[in-house]
């Protein structure tokens, strides 16, 4: 984008989204109010990143803006916001404005408007969020946006302390942009944190959290991780994380695994910081991730500790039973988790399983055709009538062991071959 265009032209953002926002602007524009792209997508464009979303700040009143279009939902009209629904396209509108009073360090008591865009800007948390564009592509950038992204720097709008103050979460957005975008913090900026983190305890974990999944995903977690650590802010929160320190090997793997599978980056973050599975489970709750997500990371969490204790000292442990066991405990998709995180560490040089006890156990997976008890080619009540056993406690340990026999390959999952296995575990059972 160049200053003085005529006609702004998005580069990063979806073309559809870019024109109907842009009639958005203009019909504000007509109607004899001031309005301008704000934020997120400003600042992305000039980075050249995608553009997933475009906000709009504006001079008109809310209830103007809503009479203005025929679709707008009142999404906070109370702090000047609207959503214009436009061909399939939402886009939040909001009136220029300024804020105070904040309570609970994050949510504003007073907000009033304002006719000033700058004055609107000024109450942002980042010069790199405080710029905004006109649809002719004239700038308004007055803390320095651009050369602050120029320079690769996150720096606070104003006093950082007071930013901090006024909203808590900011601290750990902060560390977020620098993580995910690899920009430094400025030194101002870096010391309102320090002055202000006692402050997060005020923020639900919930806000903390989804700041936290995109450090996680991000390309430089570690950065991420590091800055939280030195900052001390993971020591402030509702649900702190219990730090100790960390194996700097097993946590060097996190990079290596695929951001998509999320939850194996989690496993090796609380593995690497030497906290058990049981111990997750009551974190994870605690971050408020949702059910599948915590069994997610427990369960590879689980094998891991499990499989550590068959083998012991020995990594190149090769025994395919308790394997299959481990596989039908926690299911294919964890044990097929636990094996990349495998390859990550041995990659990493972490203590980890041999690469030749890896294919071998990928192998052992591959080939199980039974999952579970459902895939069994026979029922308990079909195992009762041919032993002429009254059922009882006895009959779920039979099932289980035939599920891991023939998961393992060591007997054919037919009724006959079965049944045959059954008569044979009860006659020896029966006769020590």
Not at 140 to 154: E, L, M, N, Q
Not at 305 to 314: K, N, V
Not at 321 to 333: D, E, F, M, Q
Request: charged letters at 25%; a negative charge.
């Amino acid at each position: 984008m160049r200053n003085g265009q005529k006609s702004i032209q998005w580069q990063y953002a979806d073309q559809a989204m870019a024109d109907r926002s842009a009639e958005v602007i203009r019909t504000l524009l007509q109607h004899g109010y001031e309005a301008y792209w704000v934020g997120g997508c400003v600042r992305d464009e000039y980075m050249g990143r995608r553009v997933s979303d475009m906000d709009i700040t504006t001079s008109a009143r809310p209830e103007i803006t809503a009479s203005l279009f025929p679709k707008v939902i009142p999404t906070g009209i109370q702090h000047g916001t609207v959503t214009v629904l436009m061909e399939g396209e939402a886009f939040e509108v909001t009136t220029f404005r300024i804020e105070g009073g904040y309570e609970d360090h994050r949510h504003p008591t007073e907000v009033a408007f304002v006719g000033d865009v700058e004055q609107d800007l000024r109450r942002r948390d980042f010069t790199m969020n405080a710029m905004a564009i006109g649809l002719d592509g004239t700038w308004v950038d007055p803390f320095g946006g651009r050369a602050d992204i120029d320079r690769r720097r996150i720096r606070c709008v104003g006093e950082a302390s007071l930013r901090f103050r006024e909203d808590a979460l900011r601290m750990v957005r902060c560390i977020r942009f620098a993580s995910v975008f690899g920009f430094s913090i400025a030194p101002r900026t870096w010391k309102g944190i320090l002055a202000e983190r006692d402050t997060l305890s005020f923020i639900a974990m919930e806000r903390i959290r989804s700041e936290f999944e995109k450090i996680m995903t991000g390309p430089s977690p570690l950065r991420g991780l590091s800055m939280f650590v030195r900052s001390g802010l993971y020591s402030r929160m509702k649900a702190p994380f219990p730090y100790t320190g960390h194996d700097d090997s097993m946590l060097s793997a996190i990079p290596l695994i695929d951001p998509e599978h999320a939850y194996i980056r989690w496993s090796l973050l609380l593995l690497a910081c030497d906290i058990r599975s049981q111990a997750a489970d009551e974190l994870l709750r605690g971050w408020t991730f949702s059910n599948k997500q915590r069994q997610e990371i427990v369960s590879l969490m689980s094998i891991q500790e499990e499989w550590l204790t068959i083998t012991g000292a020995d990594k190149d442990g090769m025994d395919k039973l308790p394997w299959v066991r481990l596989v039908l405990t926690h299911g294919k998709a964890s044990a097929g988790g636990w094996l990349r995180m495998q390859q990550a560490l041995h990659h990493s040089g972490a203590a980890a399983t041999a690469e030749t006890a890896n294919r071998q156990l990928a192998e052992w997976l591959e080939e199980m055709q039974i999952q579970s008890l459902k895939d069994l080619a026979v029922t308990g009540n079909e195992l009762v009538q041919a032993l002429g056993k009254r059922g009882g406690p006895w009959l779920g340990e039979l099932l289980g062991q035939l599920l891991l026999l023939a998961a393992a390959g060591q007997i054919n999952n037919d009724k006959e071959s079965l049944i045959d296995e059954a008569k044979r575990v009860v006659m020896n059972h029966e006769g020590s």
